[in-house]
T-cell receptor, first 111, second 116 residues
Framework: EAGVAQSPRYKIIEKRQSVAFWCNPI?????LYWYQQILGQGPKLLIQ????????DSQLPKDRFSAERLKGVDSTLKIQPAKLEDSAVYLC?????????FGPGTRLTVL | AQTVTQSQPEMSVQEAETVTLSCTYD???????LFWYKQPPSRQMILVIR??????QNATENRFSVNFQKAAKSFSLKISDSQLGDAAMYFC?????????????FGKGTKLTVNP
């Protein structure tokens, strides 16, 4: 069974630029999550989708972050404009039951 | 709000020895899940073990076992016969049981070093 796929693996941008991350969950997983993991910390939920609807986006900085999940499968997370403090690893996870499975993450560096 | 605390930022163990990683959590709920995830330097977060709060029996997965103390809100991970491949960041995580938001709440992690 294929795991959660993410791309790109690494991204370096300058502040105020835009960036987008892509996630393809495990086939059949209705729930998809985006987490932000700042260096030295545990992941923090940014947004949760159930199929293509948003369940929880209370921690998403909506003035600069946006996310969508078209057709209830792939998802894209966008940052516009990026700030220095957005430097982190962005993890995508999916689940069909009680256990979340994570992708390899995208390491974002904002200069 | 639920919180998860890992009080050991770093731990080290000799190969083939046993090590225990600590985790405490705070919740007012009676039904929930607890997890230990492993994150090697490659960053892929891998599930190590999970525990349902309603189960009194401690979960085990090969060399990994937990000591779940519900009243004390403690959930430690024991790694037996440590191997070089066990070196990684280990995160303890909490998840509410049932509907609504199913997010994981993570601790800050413990970096485990395995010495040959």
């Amino acid at each position: 069974e294929a795991g959660v796929a993410q791309s790109p693996r690494y991204k370096i941008i300058e502040k105020r630029q835009s960036v987008a991350f892509w996630c393809n969950p495990i086939s059949g997983h209705a729930t998809l999550y985006w987490y932000q993991q700042i260096l030295g910390q545990g992941p923090k939920l940014l947004i949760q989708f159930q199929n293509n609807g948003v369940v929880d986006d209370s921690q998403l900085p909506k003035d600069r972050f946006s996310a969508e999940r078209l057709k209830g499968v792939d998802s894209t997370l966008k940052i516009q404009p990026a700030k220095l403090e957005d430097s982190a690893v962005y993890l995508c996870a999916s689940t069909a039951t009680d256990t979340q499975y994570f992708g390899p993450g995208t390491r974002l560096t904002v200069l | 709000a639920q919180t998860v605390t890992q009080s050991q930022p770093e731990m080290s163990v000799q190969e083939a020895e046993t090590v225990t990683l600590s985790c405490t959590y705070d919740t007012s709920e009676s039904d929930y899940y607890l997890f230990w995830y492993k994150q090697p330097p490659s960053r892929q977060m891998i599930l190590v073990i999970r525990q349902e709060a309603y189960k009194q029996q401690n979960a085990t997965e090969n060399r990994f076992s937990v000591n779940f103390q519900k009243a004390a809100k403690s959930f430690s991970l024991k790694i037996s016969d440590s191997q070089l491949g066990d070196a990684a960041m280990y995160f303890c995580a909490y998840r509410r049981y049932g509907g609504g938001s199913e997010k994981l709440v993570f601790g800050k992690g413990t970096k485990l070093t395995v010495n040959p």
